[in-house]
């Protein structure tokens, strides 16, 4: 499984878009700031927004690029969608949520799809 990651230092602060297989071990390193090439920015991200996986590294890096192509608010937008309170998830991730269907992409799509659908009067 591969997946595809945001990462911020705060709520609406710098965010970080990553790539990876083996995404408790990614993380582990981005808090141990052992991740090379990162600029100092970068490196205060820590907290994990959003990950959706994918069965191909190919599919996580054409994931990683289409957001990193789409402006700041495009992503922003799309988190606070997805994870209203800016909670870090990877305090909780455990192999279900790893493997969780519902985070294969388009994890966001589903989620977005809901929000823009219109609201059915009870009556």
């Known amino acids: ?15 970080y878009i990553g ?38 590294r190919e599919g996580a890096y054409q994931r ?18 997805l994870n209203p309170k800016w909670v870090d998830l990877a305090d909780d991730i455990s192999d279900a949520q790893l493997a969780d269907p519902a985070r294969a992409f388009p994890s966001d799509g589903a989620i977005i799809d809901k929000v823009k659908a219109p609201k059915i009067a009870d009556t």
Not at 2 to 10: E, P, Q, S, V
Not at 19 to 45: M, N, W
Request: charged share 30%.
């Open 1 to 15: 499984m591969f997946y595809t990651y945001i990462l911020a230092n705060r709520p609406k602060g710098t965010l």
């Open 19 to 56: 790539h990876t297989d083996e995404l408790r071990a990614r993380l582990d390193q981005h808090i141990a700031e052992q991740v090379k090439g990162l600029t100092p920015k970068h490196r205060a991200c820590k907290q994990l927004m959003w990950f959706e996986s994918h069965d191909s």
């Open 64 to 81: 990683l690029e289409q957001m990193k192509g789409e402006n700041r608010s495009w992503v922003i937008k799309r988190l606070r969608l």
